[in-house]
């Protein structure tokens, strides 16, 4: 018998049965009366479960194309960009603002640190920026940005937008776009939703609405919030056709937040990516996000000496459980595992066991059950 694969990459991430369901019903058409229905009441819950007055957009993309609309609808070209940088996606930003004749400025940090606050004051001090960007769980290193923090800082900065890459964080990592002086916060449905990849989530603030309204005609069509709007107040109307099967799923996936407590589920988020360090550090590996600012969504390991990346990970996978490998500086050297989403204590041991039992097979001395105890141990605490 085949040994069943978890999916542990770092999005996509396990779809649970009933969300897999609605993305195998008979589509029907997009201005069907219980489709245009389904979709606003989706809409509502979004606004509501993450604190957003402003206007949530729900569309076909991936997360990438998050980070795109919050750009293309926030800044025009020659306007001045701060980018916070905690790793390979905060990255991502660089390439993309200067397609579009920004000026970007970076600020980063070690891979496996933040970038202190008062460090990002001090930058935006320098210039006036249209819009800074921060990514809050930079997937590459795991590092997790005080956002709420920043959040509470950027109140001096009133010209500046405020945008957030929720990718690897909303829904498992807290985020309130009001409370914490959000102005764009976007993600996509591969990832602590646990909807299969498709859709890009974003939740825009009263003030990045009236910027976008402020600059007039922008180059971008199928990503201008203009041309969403109408769709995004009245589900009735159209633009651009809906991912019907994909908002169904979301809208089962947003049930299941519902059912569990949105604060429960951050909860659940932070005792698991407790649980999963304190193991994998217990079996010799180095969690590279330094304590203090470790994502809940996901673990960094570093190797032990003496392990080999494509080695272990096909073992590891020969064990039933897939994970990335590490990204830039630390391919080879790192692996990355996702525990975001609607993954439960069953998974936890279970990777945690194939963890052991791929270092057991790769020659390193382990002690079996050793990992294992740790989860266990926070399991029954917690
Ligand atoms: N930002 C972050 C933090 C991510 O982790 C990712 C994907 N891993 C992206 C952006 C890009 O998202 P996508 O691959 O869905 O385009």
């Given amino acids: 018998m085949k040994t069943r694969k978890l999916l542990m990459i770092p999005g996509p991430t396990p779809v649970a049965r009933s969300i897999q369901e609605q993305m195998g019903r008979e589509t029907v058409a997009f201005g069907d009366p219980a489709f245009v229905k389904d979709f606003k009441e989706l809409l509502e819950d979004l606004k509501s479960l993450f604190n957003c007055s402003g206007e949530v957009f729900v569309v076909a993309g991936t997360g990438t194309m998050g980070m795109e609309m919050a750009i293309a609808n926030t800044t025009k070209a020659g306007d001045n960009v701060l980018i916070v940088s905690h790793g390979f ?40 920026y249209a819009a800074m960007t921060v990514t809050h769980v930079d997937t590459s290193t795991g590092v997790c940005a005080p956002v709420a923090e920043i959040g509470k800082m950027m109140k001096e900065f009133p010209e500046t937008i405020y945008i957030v890459d929720g990718v690897c964080a909303t829904a498992g990592e807290p985020e309130d776009v009001d409370a914490m002086g959000i102005d764009i916060l976007f993600t996509g449905s591969q990832k602590a939703f646990g909807v299969a990849p498709g859709l890009t989530m974003l939740w825009a603030s009263g003030k990045a609405l009236e910027r976008r309204k402020s600059l007039g005609s922008i180059p971008e069509f199928y990503i201008d919030f203009e041309k969403w709007l109408p769709v995004m107040k009245d589900t009735a109307k159209y633009f651009a056709t809906p991912a019907i099967n994909m908002i169904w799923a979301l809208k089962e996936s947003v049930r299941i937040i519902k ?16 649980a999963m360090q304190a193991a994998l550090e217990a079996l010799g590996f180095r969690i590279l996000a330094k304590e203090g600012c470790r994502a809940a969504t996901l673990s960094n390991p570093v190797y032990p000496e003496g392990v080999d990346d494509a080695k272990f990970r096909g073992l590891l996978a020969e064990e039933g459980i897939m994970v990335a490998g590490g990204l830039a500086a630390y391919a080879g050297r790192m692996f990355r595992l996702g525990h975001m989403g609607n993954i439960d204590k069953h998974d936890m041991i279970s990777v945690i066991a194939a963890v052991e039992r791929a270092l057991y097979r790769a020659g390193m001395p382990v002690e079996l059950g050793k990992g294992v105890g740790v989860v266990q141990q926070h399991l029954i605490d917690s």
Avoid: M, Q
């Avoid at 604060?263 to 005792?271: C, F, L, T």
């Fill in 259 to 274: 059912e569990e407590g949105i604060e429960n589920r951050y909860a659940r988020h932070r005792k698991t990516g407790t």
């Fill in 89 to 128: 996606f905060g990255d991502r930003f660089i390439d993309l603002c200067s397609r579009k004749g920004l000026n970007a400025d970076v600020i980063s940090s070690e891979w496996g640190e933040t970038v202190p606050v008062e460090k990002i004051k001090e930058k935006l001090k320098e210039k006036k």
